[in-house]
């Protein structure tokens, strides 16, 4: 136990005992735990293999490159579609923490497996999302919109294609890249 980390167990209101049974767990399988984005953060060789962290609904444990392993028993949930590489398995009491132990520790080996192997995760790149039509119309109307946008970083395009993306309606969506024209033509992301 890294006492860095304790503060995160000591000031959780919701889901304290889940948590102190996640990090028991965790631990037993010869981990290092750090604190990372203010969250338990356990690493094999300085590398992520899984992460507490806490919802409203639920808490959960999180394996950065979740995608990779077998989920036998089918507990494992991509956090959104846009999420490629990471999976959850999410606990709503102690009871199903405690029936899962086994399970969970399975699972821990299993991703510092995949991590010894050196496997990685094939990530979509930015070229691979399709541009929503409202936002591809103003890129080619707009010579100096195109060029600020390609100037923009690879995650930061993703970003504002995504966001433009979600609305079901072409009104909203047309209405998201009017709001945002003005900071893209600026060189800023979506959240600068």
Avoid at 88 to 105: A, D, G, P, V
Avoid at 116 to 137: H, N, R, S
Avoid at 157 to 165: C, M, N, V
Wanted: aromatic share 10%; glycine share 4%.
């Amino acid at each position: 136990m890294n006492p860095k980390v304790d503060f995160f167990f000591e000031k959780a209101t919701k889901w304290q005992q889940e948590y102190n049974k996640l990090r028991t767990i965790i631990l037993d399988c010869g981990l290092t735990e750090e604190l990372k984005w203010g969250k338990p953060c356990y690493t094999f060789q300085s590398s992520k293999i899984v992460i507490i962290h806490g919802f409203k609904e639920y808490c959960a444990l999180l394996y950065p490159k979740g995608v990779l392993l077998n989920d036998e028993d089918n507990i494992l949930i991509q956090q959104t579609e846009n999420v490629q590489a990471a999976r959850q398995i999410r606990f709503t009491n102690i009871r199903e923490i405690q029936n899962l132990e086994s399970t969970l520790k399975a699972y821990t080996y299993e991703a510092i497996e995949v991590e010894k192997a050196g496997l990685k995760v094939e990530m979509k790149k930015t070229k691979d999302y399709k541009i929503p039509t409202e936002f591809k119309e103003k890129l080619d109307g707009i010579p100096e919109l195109k060029s600020a946008f390609k100037t923009l970083t690879p995650g930061r395009q993703r970003a504002y294609i995504l966001h433009f993306s979600q609305p079901k309606q072409s009104k909203t969506r047309a209405s998201r890249v009017e709001k945002y024209l003005p900071n893209i033509l600026k060189g800023k992301g979506l959240n600068d």
